[in-house]
């Protein structure tokens, strides 16, 4: 899939979710109940989350490919974890109300505008969310990855601040009934910790040049073992993963009597197998084969001293 359809589906996002603030904010004002301004808190993150998604995105595609040779896979992670450390001011906030009221219990009044606000929250997050898990699987983005997560943990949340609502609205003269509204919120919260975790993991790991896991270093030594008499001598493999996609470093010898071509030709068929085989498991991968120095070669001897020197 294109880098325009991920820009358009998080253009589409921002917009579906800028164009719902409004509402969530009204709906906030005219209820007491702490679950619908927890999930207003949950929806500013998913604003601040998707813009920066979609400039990412952006940035991304219309970057330099000479100056940023391997991409911007770093941009992405960073603003991942950018997006987990707003998330957990957010819970902070959203923690403290929730204690308010579950110390002090209210009914809640008001909330037919916020039912029909999360219902329309809910609906447009399941429909993102599908198509985020499908590009994100097809690109190995991690920002359309975060970004699919924001639209499936915002979804499950608003459905769990729907019921809880609807439930104290219908049943506002019943005390005990007051304190669903604060474990909604509660509930909300632990998703968006999810959220955090999930993102923190993912960010930190990519940002720390992890290497490839080890399916995937067999995925490289199965290639090496069936072109084991391509080469002379194996040395390191060096791998590392960012931005959805695999860099493999594969330091080979060869028969010293080799020409430049016939090197040539094998390392192409080597780098080709190895992409292969990643791209057969769903991954992208780019190979990289540095040539050992020549077994035995002479050392230069140093230039002649001039003659009456």
């Not at 509402?23 to 679950?35: D, E, G, H, Q, V």
């Not at 927890?38 to 970057?63: E, G, I, K, P």
């Not at 992208?284 to 003659?307: C, K, Y």
Request: aromatic residues 8%.
């Amino acid at each position: 899939m294109s880098g325009s359809a991920s820009q358009k589906l998080s253009f589409q996002a921002m917009i579906f979710t800028a164009c719902l603030f409004p509402f969530y904010i009204l709906a906030a004002t005219l209820t007491n109940s702490a679950a619908i301004l927890t999930d207003l808190l949950a929806t500013s993150f998913d604003l601040t989350a998707l813009t920066a998604c979609w400039l990412v995105l952006r940035l991304a595609h219309n970057a330099n490919a000479g100056r940023y040779a391997y991409g911007l896979g770093k941009l992405e992670n960073l603003a991942e974890l950018m997006i987990a450390l707003l998330q957990t001011i957010l819970v902070v906030i959203a923690g403290t109300r929730a204690i308010t009221r579950l110390i002090h219990p209210e009914g809640v009044s008001g909330a037919e505008l916020g039912l029909l606000v999360v219902a329309a929250a809910i609906t447009g997050n399941v429909i993102l969310n599908r198509k985020a898990t499908r590009l994100a699987h097809e690109t190995k983005s991690p920002v359309l990855a975060a970004q699919a997560r924001v639209h499936l943990v915002s979804a499950t949340s608003s459905t769990a601040v729907f019921v809880v609502t609807a439930i104290t609205s219908v049943f506002n003269e019943v005390y005990w009934i007051f304190y669903l509204d604060p474990l909604a919120s509660f509930v909300v919260i632990g998703f968006m910790l999810y959220n955090i975790f999930a993102m923190l993991t993912n960010s930190v790991s990519s940002l720390l040049d992890q290497a490839i896991d080890e399916a995937g270093q067999l995925r490289i030594l199965r290639v090496l073992t069936a072109h084991f008499d391509d080469f002379d001598e194996l040395g390191d493999i060096r791998t590392r993963q960012f931005g959805g996609k695999m860099f493999v470093e594969l330091h080979l010898g060869f028969e010293n009597d080799w020409t430049v071509a016939h090197a040539r030709e094998v390392v192409a068929q080597l780098s080709d197998a190895v992409r292969k085989e990643f791209a057969d498991a769903g991954d992208e991968a780019e190979v990289a084969v540095v040539l050992l120095p020549l077994r035995g070669a002479p050392l230069a001897s140093p230039a002649a001293a001039p003659a009456g020197a």
